[in-house]
């Protein structure tokens, strides 16, 4: 049997239609086919717990780990009391600062800095740089100070409730650049 088309789109679409319907018969039937349940039950899988008859015929010997000759320790590093080896520093530049918070806007970082003021009087909080001048604004605990004073300085202030986060840094002025 042969039947004509007026168009080959007209073919090609019957073609189309005919493999779509196909594709959707064969997966009704799969899916149909999963959905009924086996006459067979299945039977979960025991474990095997006899033992091994090879097991009970080795003799194990007991075994003793040997003692090795212990490497000697390093030698100590200079005495230093513990507080003023965390501090030592061979930096003797005075442009370090304690920074307690970083912030996008200058405003921000001023009411922070505010805020730390009113909480700690004795607190020299300043904001870095000045207003307009950068893209990050830090509310600066102290500046201009050694490696080692900072340390001290940020160890004291986080002791004493300023925020655990607060870090040292060294701080470089840029020419040209806000």
């Given at each position: 049997m042969t039947?004509?088309?007026?168009?080959?789109?007209?073919?090609?679409?019957?073609?189309?239609?005919?493999?779509?319907?196909?594709?959707?018969?064969?997966?009704?039937?799969?899916?149909?086919?999963?959905?009924?349940?086996?006459?067979?039950?299945?039977?979960?899988?025991?474990?095997?717990?006899?033992?091994?008859?090879?097991?009970?015929t080795i003799q194990t010997t007991e075994r003793h780990r040997i003692a090795t000759k212990a490497e000697e320790p390093p030698p100590p590093p200079p005495h230093l009391p513990e507080a003023q080896a965390r501090y030592n520093s061979t930096d003797r530049a005075t442009d370090w600062a304690v920074i307690a918070a970083t912030y996008y806007s200058w405003e921000s970082a001023?009411?922070?800095?505010?805020?730390?003021?009113?909480?700690?009087?004795?607190?020299?909080?300043?904001?870095?740089?000045?207003?307009?001048?950068?893209?990050?604004?830090?509310?600066?605990?102290?500046?201009?100070?050694?490696?080692?004073?900072?340390?001290?300085?940020?160890d004291r202030g986080t002791a004493a409730g300023l925020p655990p986060d607060t870090y040292v840094s060294k701080l470089i002025q840029r020419t040209g650049q806000p």
């Amino acid at each position: 049997m042969t039947l004509a088309f007026k168009s080959p789109a007209a073919r090609n679409w019957l073609i189309g239609a005919g493999i779509l319907a196909l594709v959707f018969i064969v997966a009704a039937e799969r899916g149909l086919r999963r959905n009924i349940p086996d006459s067979k039950p299945q039977r979960a899988a025991v474990p095997d717990f006899r033992p091994s008859p090879i097991a009970e015929t080795i003799q194990t010997t007991e075994r003793h780990r040997i003692a090795t000759k212990a490497e000697e320790p390093p030698p100590p590093p200079p005495h230093l009391p513990e507080a003023q080896a965390r501090y030592n520093s061979t930096d003797r530049a005075t442009d370090w600062a304690v920074i307690a918070a970083t912030y996008y806007s200058w405003e921000s970082a001023q009411r922070r800095a505010d805020s730390l003021k009113s909480h700690w009087p004795d607190c020299e909080c300043t904001v870095y740089p000045p207003q307009g001048e950068g893209t990050r604004y830090y509310v600066l605990v102290g500046e201009g100070l050694k490696r080692n004073d900072a340390d001290r300085l940020r160890d004291r202030g986080t002791a004493a409730g300023l925020p655990p986060d607060t870090y040292v840094s060294k701080l470089i002025q840029r020419t040209g650049q806000p």
